[in-house]
């Protein structure tokens, strides 16, 4: 979705991807999407609930899997950052927001059903 701002067209993406271990091509198909959309964009908003773990780039989570490097190998070298810094369902992070926009905040709100919230604001 783009949502078109007094500072410009920003691509905004609400995300699910189901928890099937090991499946990558969702994430394939999101990098080939977020290409073929953002170049015309002032930056990209991403929140979801993604289903990933990554020790070293998502604190915390309970392993490494490929579908968290998956999506790491995605974000890092196109600028994208993750901005949730504290856990969203039980112990782990799997509701991410991934943003190249410097002023976008990124807050947590109590659980909506076994999820916590996660709010983002862009200044």
Same mark, same amino acid.
Request: aromatic residues 6%; charged residues 25%.
């Given at each position: 979705?783009? @949502?078109?701002?007094?500072?410009? !067209?920003?691509?905004? %993406?609400?995300?699910?991807?189901?928890?099937? !271990?090991? =499946?990558?091509?969702?994430?394939?198909?999101?990098?080939? =999407?977020?290409?073929?959309?953002?170049?015309?964009?002032? %930056?990209?908003?991403?929140?979801?609930?993604?289903?990933?773990?990554?020790? #070293?780039?998502?604190?915390?989570?309970?392993?490494?899997?490929? *579908? %968290? *490097?998956?999506?790491?190998?995605?974000?890092? !070298?196109?600028? &994208?950052? #993750? &901005?949730?810094?504290? !856990?969203?369902?039980?112990?782990?992070?799997?509701?991410?927001?991934?943003?190249?926009? =410097?002023?976008? *905040?990124?807050?947590? +709100?109590? +659980?909506?059903?076994?999820?916590? +919230?996660? @709010? +983002?604001?862009?200044?």
């Amino acid at each position: 979705m783009v @949502i078109h701002t007094d500072q410009g !067209p920003f691509l905004l %993406g609400v995300w699910y991807r189901p928890p099937d !271990p090991g =499946e990558t091509q969702s994430i394939t198909s999101l990098e080939d =999407e977020w290409r073929q959309l953002s170049g015309s964009k002032m %930056g990209t908003i991403l929140i979801g609930d993604m289903n990933v773990h990554h020790l #070293q780039w998502l604190r915390f989570s309970t392993r490494n899997s490929v *579908e %968290g *490097e998956c999506l790491r190998k995605f974000c890092t !070298p196109n600028g &994208l950052r #993750q &901005l949730v810094r504290e !856990p969203t369902r039980g112990p782990n992070i799997l509701d991410l927001l991934i943003t190249d926009i =410097e002023d976008v *905040e990124c807050k947590i +709100a109590p +659980a909506v059903a076994n999820h916590r +919230a996660v @709010i +983002a604001r862009l200044k």
